[in-house]
């Protein structure tokens, strides 16, 4: 994988049939995260809540940071239906939308029949990113790793803005029952992609025990060369990324300037950068492997921190800001794009769904880590010294990238008949575990 290969068609590869699934399998994952969050917020602070309560709602999208604890279950468990990926995405697409259309029905009138039913739509939310992640990493063929991760982010982008933005818009003109029906109406995308798309040519056996499906992914992945260091990589890989992040609309606050301008620049042309770097990170990774493109992404990554340095100087400058906002999140899409696509390289397809859940989960940490430590340090020595902090910071993860080569970084099946009977056939979701 670290190679390039110029022999690959990067149009081709753009332009397959597997990619359009995967763009639209990244819009019907990132449609519902809206729905248990801003969106939901907006309609409870219409409707006059408190912020103390609203607040308490947050919570709902809790599973979306434990996902990796049930992951397991669908490695180990095959739907009696479509395989063991697109069964066990029909099931949390169809349970997602019954919740949404339980939302709709509930309204404000209950408000813990509300947050029940709004974590249940993340939970289903949570499951069938699972899934999907693990329907991607199968389906596409190791060149293609770069241009899918990047499409699968131009997916799920639209997917939070139609159920974002798009809802917000609609609140405007209708009620937000009528809102929610529309938002469930979306995930029929999903739904008849799974119907539709075919499931992964995987020849690999699953885990035949519960244990198994728990215990396996871990011992397999462990036992490779350089297990540790890859797990501080991608523990530290993009921190450089999460410290800018933590801090962004503070600083843009603090510095002067207003709530719809930053909205307006973060949420238009931030999100625009973004997709577009992931496009651009993606046709890049296709031609020249993943393992220069985390070298290239990573330092350019690193170096964007540079221009909020450069607007903490300058103070108030409105083109200074906007330049700053897309060189970020330009560069942070283009190394998301090399980041999950080493990700997915990384997964074994006996348990894809484990490893990638346990393996995005620890990518995730340092933005959820990141915040006291990160906000002593802008208090203690200021802004333009915090963002040069940010930017020295992503040196540690490029140094590990000098190990590259050492890493057993292809998943190894070696595991696939550890023990007896591991040939039989993938147990059905009704056997026992």
Same mark, same amino acid.
């Given at each position: 994988?670290?190679?390039?290969?110029?022999?690959?068609?990067?149009?081709? !590869?753009?332009?397959?049939?597997?990619?359009?699934? *995967?763009?639209?399998?990244?819009?019907?994952?990132?449609?519902?995260?809206?729905? +248990?969050?801003?969106?939901?917020?907006?309609?409870?602070?219409?409707?006059?809540?408190?912020?103390?309560?609203?607040?308490?709602?947050?919570?709902?999208?809790?599973?979306?940071?434990?996902?990796?604890?049930?992951?397991?279950?669908?490695?180990?468990?095959?739907?009696?239906?479509?395989?063991?990926?697109?069964?066990?995405?029909?099931?949390?697409?169809?349970?997602?939308?019954?919740?949404?259309?339980?939302?709709?029905?509930?309204?404000?009138?209950?408000?813990?029949?509300?947050? $029940?039913?709004?974590?249940? *739509?993340?939970?289903?939310?949570?499951?069938?990113?699972? !899934?999907?992640?693990?329907?991607? +990493?199968?389906? %596409?063929?190791?060149?293609?790793?770069?241009?899918?991760?990047?499409?699968?982010?131009?997916?799920?982008?639209?997917?939070?803005?139609?159920? @974002?933005?798009?809802?917000?818009?609609?609140?405007?003109?209708?009620?937000?029952?009528?809102?929610?029906?529309?938002?469930?109406?979306?995930?029929? $995308?999903?739904?008849?992609?799974?119907?539709?798309?075919?499931?992964?040519?995987?020849? #690999?056996?699953?885990?035949?025990?519960?244990?198994?499906?728990?215990?396996?992914? %871990?011992?397999?992945?462990?036992?490779?060369?350089?297990?540790?260091?890859?797990?501080?990589?991608?523990?530290?890989?993009?921190?450089?990324?999460?410290?800018?992040?933590?801090?962004?609309?503070?600083?843009?606050?603090?510095?002067?300037?207003?709530?719809?301008?930053?909205?307006? #620049?973060?949420?238009?042309?931030?999100?625009?950068? +973004? !997709?577009?770097?992931?496009?651009?990170?993606?046709?890049?990774?296709?031609?020249?492997?993943?393992?220069?493109?985390?070298?290239?992404?990573?330092?350019?990554?690193?170096?964007?921190?540079?221009?909020? /340095?450069?607007?903490? /100087?300058?103070?108030?400058?409105?083109?200074?800001?906007?330049? &700053?906002?897309? *060189?970020?999140?330009?560069?942070?899409?283009?190394? /998301?794009?090399?980041?999950?696509?080493?990700?997915?390289?990384?997964?074994?397809?006996?348990?894809?769904?484990?490893?990638? &859940?346990?393996?995005?989960?620890?990518?995730?940490?340092?933005? *959820?880590?990141?915040?006291?430590?990160?906000?002593?340090?802008?208090?203690?020595?200021?802004?333009?010294?915090?963002?040069? !902090?940010?930017?020295?910071?992503? $040196?540690? @993860?490029?140094?590990?990238?000098?190990?590259?080569?050492?890493?057993?970084? /292809?998943?190894?099946?070696?595991?696939?008949?550890?023990?007896?009977?591991?040939?039989?056939?993938?147990?059905?979701?009704?056997?026992?575990?």
């Amino acid at each position: 994988m670290g190679k390039g290969r110029p022999d690959i068609s990067i149009v081709g !590869v753009f332009t397959s049939w597997r990619m359009a699934v *995967v763009v639209l399998a990244g819009f019907s994952s990132g449609l519902p995260l809206a729905l +248990t969050g801003v969106s939901l917020q907006a309609w409870l602070t219409g409707q006059g809540f408190d912020l103390k309560l609203i607040g308490t709602f947050a919570a709902v999208g809790l599973p979306y940071t434990l996902k990796f604890l049930w992951s397991p279950l669908m490695d180990r468990f095959v739907p009696p239906f479509l395989g063991r990926r697109r069964g066990w995405m029909l099931l949390s697409q169809l349970a997602m939308i019954g919740g949404t259309v339980a939302m709709a029905a509930c309204g404000v009138q209950s408000l813990w029949l509300l947050g $029940v039913l709004a974590t249940a *739509v993340a939970f289903f939310s949570a499951s069938q990113d699972i !899934v999907i992640d693990a329907y991607r +990493t199968e389906l %596409l063929k190791p060149e293609e790793l770069g241009a899918g991760a990047s499409l699968s982010i131009l997916g799920y982008r639209i997917g939070m803005i139609f159920s @974002g933005a798009m809802a917000l818009i609609l609140a405007d003109h209708m009620s937000w029952q009528a809102v929610y029906l529309i938002m469930a109406g979306g995930m029929l $995308v999903g739904l008849a992609t799974t119907l539709l798309a075919p499931e992964p040519d995987v020849e #690999v056996q699953a885990p035949r025990t519960l244990a198994q499906a728990v215990v396996l992914p %871990l011992r397999e992945f462990l036992s490779r060369r350089g297990a540790i260091e890859i797990l501080l990589f991608i523990l530290i890989y993009k921190l450089d990324w999460a410290m800018v992040q933590a801090f962004m609309a503070p600083f843009l606050i603090k510095t002067g300037f207003s709530y719809t301008e930053i909205g307006l #620049v973060t949420n238009g042309l931030g999100v625009a950068a +973004t !997709v577009g770097g992931a496009i651009v990170g993606g046709a890049v990774i296709t031609g020249m492997g993943i393992h220069r493109s985390l070298w290239i992404f990573g330092l350019l990554q690193g170096l964007a921190g540079l221009s909020f /340095t450069i607007l903490a /100087t300058l103070g108030k400058n409105h083109s200074m800001m906007v330049a &700053a906002i897309t *060189v970020e999140n330009a560069c942070s899409g283009m190394a /998301t794009a090399a980041f999950t696509g080493f990700i997915m390289s990384l997964c074994n397809k006996r348990f894809t769904a484990t490893q990638y &859940a346990l393996l995005s989960s620890l990518m995730a940490l340092p933005r *959820v880590m990141i915040g006291l430590p990160a906000g002593w340090l802008a208090e203690r020595i200021g802004w333009p010294q915090y963002f040069i !902090v940010a930017t020295v910071i992503a $040196v540690p @993860g490029l140094l590990l990238l000098l190990r590259y080569p050492h890493w057993q970084v /292809t998943a190894s099946d070696a595991l696939a008949s550890d023990e007896p009977g591991s040939e039989q056939e993938p147990p059905a979701l009704s056997q026992s575990a």
